[in-house]
Protein backbone atom coordinates (compact mmCIF):
# COMPACT_ATOMS: atom_id res chain seq x y z
CA UNK A 1 0.00 0.00 0.00
CA UNK A 2 1.01 3.61 -0.50
CA UNK A 3 0.21 7.05 1.16
CA UNK A 4 -1.27 9.44 -1.82
CA UNK A 5 -0.33 13.37 -1.64
CA UNK A 6 -3.58 15.44 -0.71
CA UNK A 7 -4.23 18.60 -3.45
CA UNK A 8 -4.96 21.61 -1.10
CA UNK A 9 -7.01 24.65 -1.69
CA UNK A 10 -6.87 26.69 -3.68
CA UNK A 11 -5.40 24.27 -6.13
CA UNK A 12 -7.80 24.32 -9.37
CA UNK A 13 -7.02 20.43 -9.69
CA UNK A 14 -9.80 20.40 -6.74
CA UNK A 15 -12.04 22.16 -9.39
CA UNK A 16 -12.64 19.26 -11.65
CA UNK A 17 -15.68 17.32 -11.91
CA UNK A 18 -15.45 13.92 -11.49
CA UNK A 19 -16.23 10.89 -14.20
CA UNK A 20 -18.43 7.89 -13.21
CA UNK A 21 -16.12 4.71 -12.37
CA UNK A 22 -16.84 2.31 -15.01
CA UNK A 23 -13.78 -0.53 -14.71
CA UNK A 24 -14.18 -2.43 -11.11
CA UNK A 25 -10.67 -4.05 -11.72
CA UNK A 26 -7.40 -4.85 -9.85
CA UNK A 27 -6.26 -0.95 -10.53
CA UNK A 28 -9.20 0.08 -8.91
CA UNK A 29 -9.03 -1.82 -5.73
CA UNK A 30 -5.35 -0.68 -5.41
CA UNK A 31 -6.54 2.77 -5.68
CA UNK A 32 -8.94 2.48 -2.50
CA UNK A 33 -6.81 0.60 -0.57
CA UNK A 34 -4.19 3.48 -0.81
CA UNK A 35 -6.80 6.22 -0.18
CA UNK A 36 -7.74 4.31 3.37
CA UNK A 37 -4.19 4.27 4.09
CA UNK A 38 -4.21 7.91 3.02
CA UNK A 39 -7.35 8.79 5.18
CA UNK A 40 -6.44 6.77 8.00
CA UNK A 41 -2.97 8.34 7.95
CA UNK A 42 -3.89 11.98 7.89
CA UNK A 43 -5.98 11.40 10.26
CA UNK A 44 -9.49 11.97 8.13
CA UNK A 45 -13.09 10.67 8.32
CA UNK A 46 -13.08 10.98 4.90
CA UNK A 47 -11.78 11.03 1.31
CA UNK A 48 -12.79 11.71 -2.16
CA UNK A 49 -11.04 10.39 -4.77
CA UNK A 50 -10.21 14.17 -6.28
CA UNK A 51 -8.39 15.20 -3.03
CA UNK A 52 -5.84 12.54 -4.48
CA UNK A 53 -5.52 14.16 -7.98
CA UNK A 54 -8.26 11.41 -9.18
CA UNK A 55 -10.73 12.52 -10.86
CA UNK A 56 -13.63 9.45 -10.62
CA UNK A 57 -16.73 9.44 -8.34
CA UNK A 58 -15.04 7.40 -6.14
CA UNK A 59 -15.04 8.42 -2.18
CA UNK A 60 -13.79 6.24 1.27
CA UNK A 61 -15.16 7.15 4.88
CA UNK A 62 -15.11 5.94 8.82
CA UNK A 63 -16.82 7.75 10.94
CA UNK A 64 -16.87 5.30 13.60
CA UNK A 65 -15.14 6.18 17.09
CA UNK A 66 -13.03 2.84 17.02
CA UNK A 67 -12.36 3.50 13.80
CA UNK A 68 -12.93 -0.08 12.34
CA UNK A 69 -16.03 0.81 9.96
CA UNK A 70 -14.65 1.44 7.08
CA UNK A 71 -16.93 2.31 3.83
CA UNK A 72 -16.22 2.62 -0.07
CA UNK A 73 -19.04 4.73 -2.47
CA UNK A 74 -18.60 4.54 -5.78
CA UNK A 75 -20.56 6.32 -8.13
CA UNK A 76 -22.62 7.63 -5.31
CA UNK A 77 -26.51 9.31 -5.51
CA UNK A 78 -27.98 10.53 -2.87
CA UNK A 79 -31.73 9.46 -3.22
CA UNK A 80 -33.52 11.01 -0.64
CA UNK A 81 -32.91 13.90 1.83
CA UNK A 82 -34.68 15.68 4.26
CA UNK A 83 -34.34 17.96 7.77
CA UNK A 84 -30.97 19.99 7.85
CA UNK A 85 -28.23 19.94 10.08
CA UNK A 86 -25.03 22.22 10.85
CA UNK A 87 -22.28 21.49 11.87
CA UNK A 88 -18.37 22.55 11.82
CA UNK A 89 -16.44 20.93 8.91
CA UNK A 90 -12.54 20.20 8.62
CA UNK A 91 -10.66 18.99 5.20
CA UNK A 92 -7.84 17.60 4.39
CA UNK A 93 -7.72 19.38 1.51
CA UNK A 94 -8.29 22.92 3.93
CA UNK A 95 -6.09 22.07 6.75
CA UNK A 96 -6.18 23.76 10.22
CA UNK A 97 -9.41 25.48 9.26
CA UNK A 98 -12.92 24.36 10.55
CA UNK A 99 -16.38 26.31 9.51
CA UNK A 100 -20.04 25.79 10.14
CA UNK A 101 -21.91 24.11 7.17
CA UNK A 102 -25.53 23.82 6.80
CA UNK A 103 -26.61 20.36 5.60
CA UNK A 104 -29.29 17.51 4.84
CA UNK A 105 -29.89 15.79 8.19
CA UNK A 106 -31.05 12.64 6.36
CA UNK A 107 -30.43 11.16 3.29
CA UNK A 108 -31.12 8.09 1.26
CA UNK A 109 -28.31 7.07 -1.06
CA UNK A 110 -27.42 4.72 -3.17
CA UNK A 111 -23.58 3.97 -4.26
CA UNK A 112 -21.53 1.04 -5.37
CA UNK A 113 -18.77 -0.83 -3.69
CA UNK A 114 -15.48 -1.93 -4.97
CA UNK A 115 -17.07 -5.36 -6.92
CA UNK A 116 -19.85 -3.17 -8.72
CA UNK A 117 -23.01 -4.45 -6.86
CA UNK A 118 -24.81 -1.92 -5.31
CA UNK A 119 -26.58 -1.19 -2.40
CA UNK A 120 -29.20 1.60 -0.85
CA UNK A 121 -28.98 2.69 2.89
CA UNK A 122 -30.13 5.83 5.01
CA UNK A 123 -27.50 7.69 7.00
CA UNK A 124 -28.08 11.15 9.38
CA UNK A 125 -26.15 12.99 11.65
CA UNK A 126 -21.81 12.98 10.68
CA UNK A 127 -22.19 10.85 8.21
CA UNK A 128 -24.81 12.17 6.27
CA UNK A 129 -22.56 15.11 6.51
CA UNK A 130 -19.19 13.26 5.57
CA UNK A 131 -21.31 11.99 2.70
CA UNK A 132 -22.55 15.37 0.98
CA UNK A 133 -19.13 16.95 2.33
CA UNK A 134 -17.07 14.04 -0.06
CA UNK A 135 -19.75 13.82 -3.11
CA UNK A 136 -19.01 17.50 -3.32
CA UNK A 137 -15.04 17.23 -3.75
CA UNK A 138 -16.42 14.71 -6.54
CA UNK A 139 -18.09 18.21 -7.95
CA UNK A 140 -15.27 20.16 -7.55
CA UNK A 141 -16.70 21.91 -4.33
CA UNK A 142 -15.32 22.47 -1.26
CA UNK A 143 -16.27 23.47 2.84
CA UNK A 144 -15.25 27.06 2.47
CA UNK A 145 -17.47 27.56 -1.03
CA UNK A 146 -20.37 28.32 1.53
CA UNK A 147 -18.77 30.84 4.20
CA UNK A 148 -18.26 34.28 2.85
CA UNK A 149 -15.72 35.25 0.02
CA UNK A 150 -14.11 37.36 2.26
CA UNK A 151 -13.20 34.47 5.00
CA UNK A 152 -12.99 32.25 2.01
CA UNK A 153 -9.86 34.67 0.59
CA UNK A 154 -8.57 34.85 4.51
CA UNK A 155 -8.34 31.11 4.17
CA UNK A 156 -6.88 31.24 0.72
CA UNK A 157 -4.06 33.53 1.79
CA UNK A 158 -2.80 32.22 4.70
CA UNK A 159 -2.59 28.40 2.81
CA UNK A 160 -0.65 30.14 0.15
CA UNK A 161 1.45 31.25 2.01
CA UNK A 162 1.80 28.01 4.22
CA UNK A 163 2.60 25.89 0.82
CA UNK A 164 5.03 28.58 -0.29
CA UNK A 165 7.18 28.20 3.37
CA UNK A 166 6.58 24.70 2.67
CA UNK A 167 4.32 24.25 6.20
CA UNK A 168 2.42 22.13 4.42
CA UNK A 169 3.85 18.83 4.17
O1 LIG B 1 -11.04 16.25 3.58
C1 LIG B 1 -11.96 15.51 3.79
O2 LIG B 1 -12.86 15.38 2.98
C2 LIG B 1 -11.99 14.75 5.10
C3 LIG B 1 -12.70 15.50 6.19
C4 LIG B 1 -14.13 15.00 6.22
C5 LIG B 1 -15.12 15.75 7.05
C6 LIG B 1 -14.84 16.25 8.30
C7 LIG B 1 -15.79 16.91 9.05
C8 LIG B 1 -17.05 17.05 8.54
C9 LIG B 1 -17.33 16.57 7.28
C10 LIG B 1 -16.38 15.90 6.55
C11 LIG B 1 -11.97 15.22 7.50
O3 LIG B 1 -11.89 14.11 7.92
S1 LIG B 1 -11.27 16.54 8.35
C12 LIG B 1 -10.60 15.78 9.83
C13 LIG B 1 -11.64 15.42 10.84
O4 LIG B 1 -12.71 15.98 10.84
C14 LIG B 1 -11.36 14.36 11.84
C15 LIG B 1 -10.19 13.67 11.88
C16 LIG B 1 -9.96 12.67 12.83
C17 LIG B 1 -10.92 12.37 13.75
C18 LIG B 1 -12.11 13.06 13.74
C19 LIG B 1 -12.34 14.06 12.81
ZN1 LIG C 1 -12.82 17.61 2.30
Given at each position: ?????????????????????????????????NMFETMYEAPGIGL????????????????SEERNTPQCLINPEILESDGEQESDEG????????????????????????????????ADGLEAV??????????????VDYISSLKRGRIRAKLVKMKRNNELG
Open positions: MALLNILHFPDPKLRTVAKPVTEFDCELKQLVAAATQVDRHIRLLVMDVCLSVPGFYENVKRAGHIRVKAQDESGKSREFECIQHEMDHSQGKLF
